[in-house]
């Protein structure tokens, strides 16, 4: 069965950085478009940034351009949230999703919590 299975999440000072990374198996993964959710308390889950099978091409939500990248390696079926400038307001449970292109559902890993203290 698919799994994808986040890691690198913990807690960091606002300013620093962390690298989330998101291992999946079960699936061809580079047919998939990959991408980062997030899901702060008491809000909806939203958008982070996505990158398309290749990793020719990738997207991002206005509130993170600029300090967040997202990348991945076909080659050990994974894909990478590298996050810098952290921001309290960064705070959230992190999700990775594979979606096949054009595709409403897909697959979801269960979460890494990071937390930005000020």
């Known amino acids: 069965q698919v799994q994808l299975v986040e890691s690198g999440g913990g807690l960091v000072q606002a300013g620093g950085s962390l690298r989330l990374s998101c291992a999946a198996s079960?699936?061809?993964?580079?047919?998939?478009?990959m991408g980062w959710f997030r899901q702060a308390p008491g809000k909806e889950r939203e958008f982070v940034a996505t990158?398309?099978?290749?990793?020719?091409?990738?997207s991002y939500s206005d509130s993170v351009r600029d300090r967040f990248t997202i990348s991945r390696d076909n080659a050990k079926n994974t894909v990478y949230l590298q996050m810098n400038s952290l921001k309290p307001e960064d705070t959230a449970v992190y999700y990775c999703r594979a979606g096949l292109p054009g595709a409403k559902s897909g697959y979801w890993g269960q979460g890494t919590q990071v937390t930005v203290s000020s």
């Open positions: 990158v398309t099978w290749s990793g020719a091409s990738t």
């Open positions: 079960g699936l061809t993964f580079s047919r998939y478009t």
